[in-house]
Nanobody, 112 residues
Framework: QVQLVESGGGLVQAGGSLRLSCAAS????????MSWYRQAPGKERELVAR????????YYADSVKGRFTISRDNAKSTVYLQMNNLKAEDTARYYC?????WGQGTQVTVSS
């Protein structure tokens, strides 16, 4: 069955960095566009970044442009989200998505 397992979240001070990973299994990873979403308490889940199956043109939400970088390693069936210069407003649970499958999420908390 499809599994998406996120890791790498944690508590970090504002201005710090984290690297999230999402390990995928149960499907052909190289055939899937991969996305990172986040959901803060009391807010709707929002798209943060997306990378096509070929690893070409990526998409970023305006709020993270220039600070976050999405990448993928098809050989490892893993997608990453490098987050730099983190802000308090980045605090949320971050989810990986492939097709209509979701991981369980990893919590990112940024202290100001």
């Amino acid at each position: 069955q499809v599994q998406l397992v996120e890791s790498g979240g944690g508590l970090v001070q504002a201005g710090g960095s984290l690297r999230l990973s999402c390990a995928a299994s149960g499907f052909t990873f190289s055939s899937a566009n991969m996305s990172w979403y986040r959901q803060a308490p009391g807010k709707e889940r929002e798209l943060v970044a997306r990378i096509p199956r070929t690893g070409g043109s990526t998409y970023y939400a305006d709020s993270v442009k220039g600070r976050f970088t999405i990448s993928r390693d098809n050989a490892k069936s893993t997608v990453y989200l490098q987050m730099n210069n983190l802000k308090a407003e980045d605090t949320a649970r971050y989810y990986c998505r492939a097709f209509n499958y979701w991981g369980q999420g990893t919590q990112v908390t940024v202290s100001s």
